[in-house]
Nanobody, 124 residues
Framework: QVQLVESGGGLVQAGGSLLLSCTASGRTISGYRMGWFRQAPGKERDFVAAISGSGTISDYADSVKGRFTISRDNAKNTVYLQMTSLKPEDTAVYYC?????????????????WGQGTQVTVSS
């Protein structure tokens, strides 16, 4: 099994930046596609970004395109989400997941392992 641990969340003012990390242990994530999702209170877990196993291909939700960047360092077994120009509507718990489910990469069902999440709060 693989364990995923997110970190880097916190409180930031609108317009600010945060770098989230997702570090895996137990098994390597090299070669696995990885994704970031977020869940605001009372809402479903929504797709944010995904990256291929090699890191050469990525995809983003329209709401974060041009502001967020997903990347990975397979040697460190870590995936990152650089968030800039943050808005209050970006406030949520952010989760990373490992692709392995039967669903599309932008759906929760497309992932078989999840971290516990890290809270991001953007104040106006």
């Amino acid at each position: 099994q693989v364990q995923l641990v997110e970190s880097g969340g916190g409180l930031v003012q609108a317009g600010g930046s945060l770098l989230l990390s997702c570090t895996a242990s137990g098994r390597t994530i090299s070669g696995y596609r990885m994704g970031w999702f977020r869940q605001a209170p009372g809402k479903e877990r929504d797709f944010v970004a995904a990256i291929s196993g090699s890191g050469t291909i990525s995809d983003y939700a329209d709401s974060v395109k041009g502001r967020f960047t997903i990347s990975r360092d397979n040697a460190k077994n870590t995936v990152y989400l650089q968030m800039t120009s943050l808005k209050p509507e970006d406030t949520a718990v952010y989760y990373c997941g490992r692709r392995g489910g039967s669903g599309k990469h932008f759906t929760v069902l497309g992932y078989d392992y999840w971290g516990q999440g890290t809270q991001v709060t953007v104040s106006s």
